[in-house]
């Protein structure tokens, strides 16, 4: 799928967040994604909260793994480990780094590296597993 | 802090989130929160979202902490892992039972095991760690 | 597989640290490991290392989903989270203790919390998921 | 604390895991350690051992904050996660390249990408996070 398939997709699958994400860039094993920040994103002090950032790697990945594999909306996380390491800074979006580490037969592998647009010192870092449904049978 | 202090606490400082929490159970380190499962929750497939997980997890640690240490609003997550193991059962809440594992000086950890409500086996589990801010001089 | 085909296992398949685990308590679905602390698992200042004790939790959640789908010498760790949370007692075993919160057809994960012997608070806790490769063929 | 220095520091206080690690190359805020693979830290089917990839990432880490730091032999990890992705090429070392996230007052923060010499697919990748003591009092 290129960048307007997964685009579609998301519209299509899940249209509460649709507007909070972009994608900015997509290579065979590589992506970038935009969260576009909004008051619901935040916490007190100003604060990306760390659901919003979670939703933001848990969706690059998985956008990334979609390119692959074609629109399999079963993919289901099934494991994440998350490191929050710098207040993002005010008034700016989020931008997602993500690299394929693995593409397996059941499971894929990607990390996520996520930065304040214009900022260097990375906010957060994200690595998802996601488990692969069997090919349903042609139809 | 007690029951009604935390759930005062969470309505002052979380607004967007006051409504999808309650705490229903709370111990010197253990707490169990219920997150009140609305349409906003879900994807594609009547599951709850992974993000909307991570908020129960994230949210139920802190407050375990909070109801040990004060109204530190600016503890803040430093380090997460979860795993997603089943997929919740439809149109029940979700409770998340936590363990307090560390309280240190710099450091809290707590874990965190969620379940449907009325269903034993889990859903998700998930570790938190939070970076505790140096006491404000007394003023 | 019971505790004694376990330990018979560990030693034909583990040679190297066949002595250093013993299995304490096996249920339907939780396990103790004890783990012989010598010479070789320590580090400056008396502690236990990083590695002896990711060791610890890798093999006690092996064992125990050994114990539910037979002698798989195959299965294979594919994701663990650990965190370190207090500097182990000096001069007595660790003990290790797992649940089992899912054993799936591809993929099985436990928990596991350490602690010094003797001692309540604990010194690290883990999660590690396993695949499961797909039954061979029968011979 | 150049190449040489972190070398010998390497050797005085960790005697047993000496040989096992050499310094390839070092940066401000990289590094890449090799693991000389020997009989000890293999599994059945040829397989480097999991608590052995486990210890390359912490002391790749390690040595990457103690560059930073100076010899902080009391720094220690606090939370990791590792996930194992492809089987080790047989019969050749591992490398190890690390990246500096953070380097907070109280918190440092890399990652660690772990590949079989000559091989570009990833074995493993871990995340590590080490508590930086307090400054002794100068003495």
Redesign the interface.
Known sequence: MDTGQLTAFLAR??P?VRDDFAIEDLTADTIRVRMRIVE?HL???G?V????M??LA?VSVYLMILSRIGPE??A???????????KPAAGVDLLCDCRL??L?R??A?G?ALIRSEGVE??VA?A?L?Y?IPPKRAAG
């Open positions: 699958e899940f509460q619901r916490r007190p002090g604060t909260s760390g659901p919003s979670f939703a848990d909306a079963l289901v996380t099934t494991t994440s480990s998350m490191d929050f390491m710098r580490l693995k397996g059941v499971l592998v990390d010192a990375p870092r690595t597993t488990s």
